[in-house]
Structure formats: structure tokens, C-alpha cells
């Protein structure tokens, strides 16, 4: 479940940005639809505790955001939210599986590498485990990252643009996977797109219109 109340948010030296109310019932899936500038990626942000907000509330899985300091809410996040970026953050000195592993970390939880295994096999990208990111082609990759994103099974999926970059095929597959792994997992599943394809895919999720701010006179 989430659910936003009042939401601003302004970076430095910028115009306030106004997200309108939603509320997501555990399960559900968004879609943040909107041109770029209107905010889709802030509010992910403010959904997984990366950003707070000037003002407002964010309560995920009945947890406020808010009242957690920085340190808790990392932890927090680690172990309840599955975030998948539109740039996937792999590191490539180390190798998939190791990636895997920094989860553990953020969450301060002890390594669990059979769960890595199943994770992995799970997404069909258990061969490559011992290889690198920048041997992997780019739906290997996400594949991969949404393997990382899983892993702790959270109760919430966050996707920036996962479509932005895949032609129809890819695209169609990336979606399956997103909208399968967030049913076998129960979780709300929330999806920053502009892309027509991921209406047309999942046309009965609820969907949060955003705009760009009116500059001022």
C-alpha cells in the first residue's frame, strides 16, 4: 500500500513541484504518467525514502516515511522496497552475483547466497552469475537488476521508465516479467512511463497524471 497526502517537493533553487494525493492498495499497480519535468522520478524517490519532501506525507506498507531518520530509512528501504532505475546502477567491479549481495548489506542482513541463486534463476540469468555487468547484453542486465530489486521479496516494486530503451518485443517482456514477479510477491507495483506501450499493456492500472509545474511570471 502507499499512500501520499499534500505532497511538495522543490530542488535547490527551483519552483515548488505539487504531486497530487493517491492512494495504492496493497497488490495494485500506478502508472505515473507524464511528460518529462513533471516529476515521475521525484515522486519514485519520495516513494522509496531517497528524497523527503518540503512537505506532505508518504506512508508505504503503513510505514511514514517521515518519522524515520536517514540511517533507518536506508534500512528500511533495503528490506522492503524493490527499486529498479531507468539507469541500473550495476557495478562492474564486481561481479552479478556480488551485486546481488550489496542488498544483504543495505539491509543489514547476514548473506544468503542460495537466495542469490534463486533469485537469479528465477529471472532465467543464473549462467551468468560469475560474469561481470558490461559482459551482459542490456535485457540481461535488466533482468538482472530486477533480480537485485526482488531479492528481500518487498512488499513494493518502483520502476523508472523500464520500457525506455527496449524495442516492442523486449519491451513486452520486461513488462510480463515486472507485472508477474510483483503477483507471485503480492506487492503494489508502481510504474514512472511515457511510454504508450505500458498503458496499452496494463490497461487496468490506476494511473496518476502529472504535469510540469506553470513557470512563473
Not at 527551483?14 to 494525493?21: E, I, K, W
Not at 552479478?96 to 543495505?106: C, H
Not at 497524471?209 to 506553470?214: G, V
Request: overall charge positive; hydrophobic content about 45%.
Amino acid at each position: 500500500m502507499i499512500e501520499t497526502r499534500g505532497l511538495t517537493y522543490a530542488y535547490p533553487h527551483a519552483q515548488s513541484l505539487p504531486l497530487p494525493d493517491v492512494v495504492v492498495p496493497q497488490g495494485g499497480t500506478l502508472l505515473l504518467r507524464g511528460p518529462s519535468g513533471s516529476g515521475k522520478s521525484t515522486w519514485l524517490a519520495l516513494a522509496a525514502g531517497l528524497l523527503m519532501p518540503s512537505s506532505g506525507e508518504v506512508v508505504v506498507a503503513g510505514q511514514s516515511l517521515g518519522v524515520l531518520r536517514s540511517g533507518a530509512r536506508d534500512t528500511w528501504r533495503a528490506r522492503h522496497v524493490g527499486f529498479l532505475p531507468q539507469k541500473l546502477h550495476l557495478s562492474d567491479a564486481l561481479s552479478v552475483s556480488d551485486n546481488l549481495a550489496l542488498v544483504y548489506f543495505a539491509a543489514g542482513l547476514p548473506l544468503d547466497r542460495a537466495a542469490i541463486v534463486r533469485s537469479l534463476d528465477a529471472l532465467q540469468v543464473g549462467a551468468f552469475a560469475a560474469r561481470r555487468p558490461s559482459q551482459l547484453s542490456g535485457g540481461q542486465a535488466q533482468r538482472v537488476a530486477l533480480a537485485r530489486a526482488l531479492l528481500l521479496r518487498p512488499c513494493v516494486i518502483l520502476a523508472d521508465e523500464p520500457t525506455a530503451s527496449l524495442d516492442d518485443d523486449a519491451s513486452a517482456m520486461a513488462l510480463s516479467l515486472l507485472r508477474d514477479s510483483a503477483a507471485r510477491l503480492e506487492a503494489t507495483l508502481v510504474i514512472a512511463t511515457h511510454d504508450a506501450r505500458v498503458w496499452q499493456t496494463l490497461p487496468q492500472a490506476q494511473v496518476l497524471p502529472l504535469m510540469r509545474p506553470e513557470r512563473r511570471a
